[in-house]
T-cell receptor, first 114, second 116 residues
Framework: NAGVMQNPRHLVRRRGQEARLRCSPMKGHSHVYWYRQLPEEGLKFMVYLQKENIIDESGMPKERFSAEFPKEGPSILRIQQVVRGDSAAYFC????????????FGPGTRLTVL | AQSVTQLDSHVSVSEGTPVLLRCNYSSSYSPSLFWYVQHPNKGLQLLLKYTSAATLVKGINGFEAEFKKSETSFHLTKPSAHMSDAAEYFCVVSDRYGGATNKLIFGTGTLLAVQP
């Protein structure tokens, strides 16, 4: 049973480019969370999605960031027109449902903006 | 609002000596609390979780934590440190009553160094 998969593991972008981060949840999990870890900080919640629905995006920056979790395929976190301050590790986690507190984390995508 | 405070940003112990990583929580409800470990350039692994059952929780790799409501604490301990325990540890609370979500709220982390 494969765990949560994220790709790419490392992503380098120049300022103004777009970054797409992918997350495939564990088999049987329909709930996906995205977290961001800035250098020297803990993880901060960004967005919570279920299949085809954004449930809570209270942690998402108001501009340039979007997320989706389509019926088929992985969840995507998209960052448009990246800036240096977007450089961080982005982690995806999945769970079976709200009644299951445990979230399983992927290895993360480390985004570097030049 | 729920939150956790990790009292030490860095802890250094000698191999074979006890480990104590401190965490205090703030919650309006009975919280769900977790400890996660992150090894360098790796993802997060769940060490243990407390969800209103036994107050002494045993986790993987010999770690355990005790939920103390009177002290609002959830400290992580291990009797004898191993070199492989060197990592960053996060105390986490689940915002299970924050609406239709179950987002995790992380502490700022404690970096554990183990000296030979």
């Amino acid at each position: 049973n494969a765990g949560v998969m994220q790709n790419p593991r490392h992503l380098v972008r120049r300022r103004g480019q777009e970054a797409r981060l992918r997350c495939s949840p564990m088999k049987g999990h329909s709930h996906v969370y995205w977290y961001r870890q800035l250098p020297e900080e803990g993880l901060k919640f960004m967005v919570y999605l279920q299949k085809e629905n954004i449930i809570d995006e209270s942690g998402m920056p108001k501009e340039r960031f979007s997320a989706e979790f389509p019926k088929e395929g992985p969840s995507i976190l998209r960052i448009q027109q990246v800036v240096r301050g977007d450089s961080a590790a982005y982690f995806c986690a999945s769970s079976e449902g709200l009644d299951y507190n445990e979230q399983f984390f992927g290895p993360g995508t480390r985004l570097t903006v030049l | 609002a729920q939150s956790v405070t990790q009292l030490d940003s860095h802890v250094s112990v000698s191999e074979g000596t006890p480990v104590l990583l401190r965490c205090n929580y703030s919650s309006s409800y009975s919280p769900s609390l977790f400890w996660y470990v992150q090894h360098p350039n790796k993802g997060l692994q769940l060490l243990l979780k407390y969800t209103s059952a036994a107050t002494l929780v045993k986790g993987i790799n010999g770690f355990e934590a005790e939920f103390k409501k009177s002290e609002t604490s959830f400290h992580l301990t291990k009797p004898s440190a191993h070199m492989s325990d060197a990592a960053e540890y996060f105390c986490v609370v689940s915002d299970r009553y924050g609406g239709a979500t179950n987002k995790l709220i992380f502490g700022t982390g404690t970096l554990l160094a183990v000296q030979p």
